[in-house]
């Protein structure tokens, strides 16, 4: 069982920066495809990015240009880099990794962009 643990959420201004971190028990961002989702209040989670095992990356057209997603094996961890942060960008961060079957997801961490 493989556990991953976000962190670096907070509460920031708009047009502030914030970077995401996921931690794996497991080598398992390698090989698998790596998102992440959020979840803001009364709205259905959303993919906002994602990376495959080979190092391609997707984005929403919300966050293109602005969020970059990035992976260190040697630490089994995942990062989002969030920059130009605004009002919509306000929700719950997960993080997930799917390998074969398996179907792995964080907590979540919060993510409040507010003046």
């Known amino acids: 069982q493989v556990q991953l643990v976000e962190s670096g959420g907070g509460l920031v201004q708009p047009g502030g920066s914030l970077r995401l971190s996921c931690a794996a028990s497991?080598?398992?961002?390698?090989?698998?495809?790596t998102g992440w989702y959020r979840q803001a209040p009364g709205k259905q989670r959303e993919l906002v990015a994602s990376?495959?095992?080979?190092?391609?990356?997707n984005y929403a057209d919300s966050v293109s240009g602005r969020f970059t997603i990035s992976r260190d094996n040697a630490k089994n961890t995942v990062y989002l880099q969030m920059n130009s942060l605004d009002l919509e960008d306000t929700a719950i961060y997960y993080c997930?990794?799917?390998?074969?079957?398996?179907?792995?997801w964080g907590q979540g961490t919060q993510v409040t962009v507010s003046s």
């Open positions: 997930n990794v799917k390998w074969l079957w398996l179907d792995y």
């Open positions: 497991g080598n398992i961002f390698a090989n698998g495809v």
């Open positions: 990376l495959t095992s080979g190092g391609s990356t």
